[in-house]
């Protein structure tokens, strides 16, 4: 771990939830590969979606919010319209594990880096099912290296 993360605190809870996700967002809406997937194609507003994500994460990390959604049929419909790739999920967990390293370090920090992911590869196996992507590839739901290379050095 390297000198900086040892002082940043841990994620204690929802309010440190809220900055973590409403950075990850602002990053991820402006980044050129996936922003346009929040931005163009679902026409996501990060007012609206900020509660809702924060819940999701909230009960991922802590078990102390209220989340009955269904986490994967909104990264369905926005397959369905522009196929989401390993390089997409990969990207998601760069920026995922950015936000967290440069705010957080600590077990829960960790945690979330992992359960991200765990959750980004899972959503890409289950969209992609061993279809080609469109590039005509077998997309087998690896993420792509840089991503496995930035948790590394963190």
Same mark, same amino acid.
């Given at each position: 771990?390297?000198?900086?993360?040892?002082?940043?605190?841990?994620?204690?809870?929802?309010?440190?939830?809220? %900055?973590?996700?409403?950075?990850? /967002?602002?990053?991820?809406?402006?980044?050129?590969?996936?922003?346009?997937?929040?931005?163009?194609?679902?026409?996501?507003?990060?007012?609206?979606?900020?509660?809702?994500?924060?819940?999701?994460?909230?009960?991922?990390?802590?078990?102390?919010? *209220? /989340?009955?959604?269904?986490?994967?049929?909104?990264?369905?419909? %926005?397959?369905?319209?522009?196929?989401?790739?390993?390089?997409?999920?990969?990207?998601?967990?760069?920026?995922?594990?950015?936000?967290?390293?440069?705010?957080?370090?600590?077990?829960?920090?960790?945690?979330?880096?992992?359960?991200?992911?765990?959750?980004?590869?899972?959503?890409?196996?289950?969209?992609? *099912?061993?279809?080609?992507?469109?590039?005509?590839?077998?997309?087998?739901?690896?993420?792509?290296?840089?991503?496995?290379?930035?948790?590394?050095?963190?």
């Amino acid at each position: 771990m390297h000198s900086a993360a040892r002082d940043h605190a841990d994620i204690a809870g929802r309010a440190d939830l809220d %900055l973590v996700l409403r950075r990850f /967002y602002t990053a991820a809406f402006a980044d050129p590969l996936i922003g346009p997937f929040f931005t163009e194609i679902a026409g996501t507003s990060l007012d609206v979606h900020l509660p809702r994500i924060t819940d999701f994460w909230e009960r991922a990390l802590f078990r102390t919010a *209220d /989340y009955q959604r269904n986490a994967f049929a909104p990264h369905a419909a %926005l397959h369905s319209v522009e196929p989401m790739t390993a390089a997409h999920f990969g990207r998601w967990v760069q920026l995922w594990h950015a936000t967290i390293d440069g705010l957080h370090a600590g077990p829960n920090a960790e945690r979330a880096k992992a359960q991200g992911e765990r959750i980004a590869l899972a959503m890409l196996k289950r969209l992609s *099912d061993g279809a080609p992507d469109t590039s005509g590839r077998q997309n087998l739901g690896f993420i792509p290296l840089a991503a496995v290379e930035l948790r590394a050095a963190a």
